[in-house]
């Protein structure tokens, strides 16, 4: 059920701020917490998103549509990085979770429509680049966000990392390490530390 009611709710929210940023153009405090509220609706939203594969025809279960980074990539350049950043802190939550199957068979593989399962050496890593993904994604619109949003959306993320650990996924350690081993992959990029001219001289 919370399938389908996470984002539901997520939209409703969305659509609360939207409609009262039009209707109070003139309220600087819908401006300064319009961010961290879409952050939170997508969070919210976010965690659900990639089993809406259950729900879109034509899509199998892990479909590698909805397991990725993609959703969150159209938020962040057509409507808003605020959402997009919180669409992406819940997908790499839920990817981090789906890259521990108890086996590679069957349903744990992702998908594409046509193409089929993309197979058990190719699913994990699809998975561990869309959390990465998922990442930069975050860290890109947090860096365009002013000081109070910033400081609002990483409470938020580690209130809302807490939840997930706590209530919805109890083998913690590879969610854990996925989602560290990730953001150190990104931050190390962000930081030029590694890029790809290395990767690629590295194996020349
Ligand atoms: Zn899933």
Known sequence: MRL??????????????YTAEYAFPYWAVIEQWKDPVLFFAGLIAGVRWPDWD??????????GLTH??????????????????????????????DIQPKAWTGGALIKF?????????????????NIAGCVAIMAASLDIEPHFAQLIMLMVTSAG????FS????????????????????????????????VTQFFV
């Open 4 to 17: 389908l009611t996470a984002p539901l709710v997520a939209m409703g929210i969305t659509l609360s701020v």
């Open 167 to 198: 209530r919805e996924e109890k083998r913690r350690l590879i969610p854990l390490a996925t989602l560290a081993a990730s953001g150190l992959l990104v931050h190390s990029f962000r930081s030029g530390h590694f890029s790809l001219s290395a």
């Open 161 to 164: 990392t807490f939840w997930y």
């Open 113 to 129: 429509p046509v193409v089929g399962s993309i197979g058990k050496k190719l699913s994990p890593l699809w998975l561990f680049i």
């Open 54 to 63: 259950f729900l879109i025809p034509g899509l199998g279960h892990r479909s």
């Open 68 to 97: 990725s980074a993609l959703l969150p990539l159209f938020v962040y350049f057509l409507a808003s990085p605020g959402l997009a950043s919180g669409l992406s802190l819940g997908i790499a939550l839920h990817l981090s979770s």
